[in-house]
DNA sequence: GCTGAAGACTTAGAAGCTAAAATTCGAAGG
DNA sequence: CCTTCGAATTTTAGCTTCTAAGTCTTCAGC
């Protein structure tokens, strides 16, 4: 069923082990799948967490950032549209503005044309952050998959993509918001 | 680099081309490989989610348990050795600890042979509740590698299990603990 | 018996979140 | 023109869970 976290974790082939020993029905090779999946991700999000941090951005700045430079240019989006991309409260939105406003990320102003709207822009440095951010990524992906043949890689994404529709297709915009850093 | 959350969430495809929009050094085989991942994950943690929150118990708890579990017979271990493998703090176990003995999940008394020990104990309904939650991941987990061969799924092992090493070593145990329910 | 170290607990405080009330503005109807 | 309704945002209060630092208890060595 996956994994869990931190130092002195045992290997995956002795967790899998001792979920066999507690649990009779399991399928180990299901459960390898599964397991290493979590811990993969697992590692990637400490990953993405150390380079966020040495940019001076948290996990949450880091979300916002990412939704509005994916609306595209001119990188601008209210609170309320936010809060939904983000599946958070609008409540939790205006913190978080708040917050990113003082650090100089983005800026909060109201629409001229209804000013009960309120226009969350991306700054010069928000984006630039974005971008570094996106440069250590990268090298850190390609890093990872390095041992990967092209072909592997077409195999593994193909792969995943067929798993993630079937999910989405059982479960369709779940909207939950149970963590993920990217 | 992944992906964020919940509703209104754009298809895998819109999210690699806007990313490629906006960044143009990005592989989009990579990112494919890498968003898919990310997303495939958190779906699973939802259902996991959903299925403890189902049988009453949160996903703290759920961390708790499956490590007395791994543990082995007799399910019995120190609030600092749970701290450890969890990746808490000991002030962060004892408050988990007093919830779950209120909820009946588990039980703490004092090791006589040394009394400044605690020994936390899984109580035979925590020790259901996990198996419960196990019997629910699993046919959650078939169903999702359904479409897959034998084949595809021992490939589909050893190549993440080949990636999790790279990261492993080149991270070795991070003790992060960023996110993750399993 | 005293002292130090180890382990668990307590307290204080931070980060985030939600729910619900308050605010502000635009639009529609009398 | 004024009023009222509704939508979007912010405010307030409170919850959960975490960390850091200090305290208490107990064992072990001198």
């Known amino acids: 069923m996956g994994d869990t ?38 590692r990637m999000n400490v990953a993405y967490g150390r380079q966020t941090a040495a940019l001076g951005i948290g996990n949450t700045d880091w979300e916002v950032l990412k939704a509005l430079v994916l609306s595209g240019a001119p990188y601008r989006l209210g609170p309320g549209d936010l809060a939904k991309r983000l599946g958070l409260t609008p409540a939790a939105m205006t913190h978080r503005i708040d917050r990113m406003v003082t650090e100089g990320l983005v800026t909060r102003e109201r629409d001229e044309s209804n000013r009960v709207r309120v226009i969350v822009e991306l700054t010069a440095e928000g984006r630039e952050k974005w971008l570094e951010a ?39 915009d779940a909207g939950g918001r149970l963590s993920d850093l990217d």
Do not use: C, W
């Open 5 to 42: 976290s931190g130092a002195g974790e045992p290997t995956l082939e002795e967790q899998i082990a001792a979920y066999q020993r507690e649990f009779q029905d399991l399928d180990p090779q299901v459960e390898k799948i599964v397991s290493a999946l979590s811990r993969l991700n697992r």
């Open 134 to 172: 996106m440069r250590l990524a990268t090298v850190f992906e390609e890093d990872l998959l390095q041992d990967l043949s092209p072909e592997d890689r077409t195999a593994l994404g193909e792969v995943l993509t067929r798993l993630l529709r079937r999910v989405e297709h059982a479960q369709p």
